[in-house]
């Protein structure tokens, strides 16, 4: 990690503290380093480098979620392309409880620097699901229990018409097409999110987050 020379002492022990925590070593550099470093003087005075983000496989959290009592949220994109929506929607997987973030490893946004960064980090600590088709990754989790639902912005039922289930896969589809033909139709139902004016619909991320605390809403932490 690094921290530009120029911030305030408060921040600076915030920093470190959370750094100690963290085992991560703390480098202090020159404002105009670090600028240089991150392109761009947008960085507040600290910049981080990452590896890549660990992908795992289904097979691997499976046994662990027919293990868990309670409320399961997993979240699927089908090929959801720009790495800013991904880390959104990781973000807000999180801070809603889901318990991991599926996505195909062909033409799809993969977890990487700008989904990190996005995510505020929440990439590295919410289990990343690397599938081969979207398809047979639902009907997998269908055979595990899991009631999924396609989010589409013209058909379906409301979202708001009746709670969603207590071990849910929602489905996301990509900026611009949605979800696939295939893949609506393999979902045990689709709902839509009513909105009123003209544009018509959502942003990926933000009606994966929509979708996301409509389930917390009923099975999420509750303040």
């Known amino acids: 990690m690094y921290l530009g020379k120029n911030v305030s002492d408060r921040f600076s022990?915030?920093?470190?503290?959370?750094?100690?925590?963290?085992?991560?070593?703390?480098q202090r550099i020159t404002p105009e380093v670090l600028t240089e470093m991150c392109g761009t003087?947008?960085?507040?005075?600290?910049?981080?480098?990452?590896?890549?983000?660990?992908?795992?496989?289904?097979?691997?959290?499976?046994?662990?979620?027919?293990?868990?009592?309670?409320?399961?949220?997993?979240?699927?994109?089908?090929?959801?392309?720009?790495?800013?929506?991904?880390?959104?929607?990781?973000?807000?997987?999180?801070?809603?409880?889901?318990?991991?973030?599926?996505?195909?490893?062909?033409r799809a946004a993969l977890p990487g620097g700008t989904v990190v960064k996005v995510s505020a980090g929440a990439a590295l600590r919410v289990p990343m699901?690397?599938?081969?088709?979207?398809?047979?990754?639902?009907?997998?989790?269908?055979?595990?229990?899991?009631?999924?639902?396609?989010?589409?912005?013209?058909?379906g039922r409301s979202l708001w018409s009746e709670s969603m289930p207590e071990k849910t896969l929602l489905v996301v589809g990509s900026e611009g097409e949605g979800l696939s033909r295939l893949v609506a139709e393999t979902c045990d139902e689709i709902v839509r999110i009513p909105v009123s004016g003209s544009t018509g619909s959502l942003n990926a991320s933000v009606a994966c987050g929509v979708g996301m605390f409509e389930w917390a809403r009923k099975w999420g932490v509750q303040s």
């Open 129 to 155: 699901v690397a599938i081969n088709n979207v398809t047979q990754t639902v009907k997998e989790l269908q055979q595990n229990g899991f009631w999924t639902i396609g989010l589409d912005n013209k058909s």
């Open 41 to 106: 003087s947008n960085h507040q005075g600290v910049a981080c480098r990452s590896g890549d983000v660990p992908m795992r496989d289904l097979q691997d959290i499976l046994p662990g979620l027919a293990e868990k009592n309670g409320p399961i949220l997993l979240v699927l994109l089908d090929h959801v392309q720009d790495p800013h929506n991904l880390g959104a929607v990781v973000r807000t997987a999180e801070a809603c409880g889901a318990l991991a973030v599926i996505f195909p490893k062909r």
């Open 13 to 26: 022990l915030q920093i470190g503290a959370l750094a100690e925590k963290g085992k991560v070593v703390v």
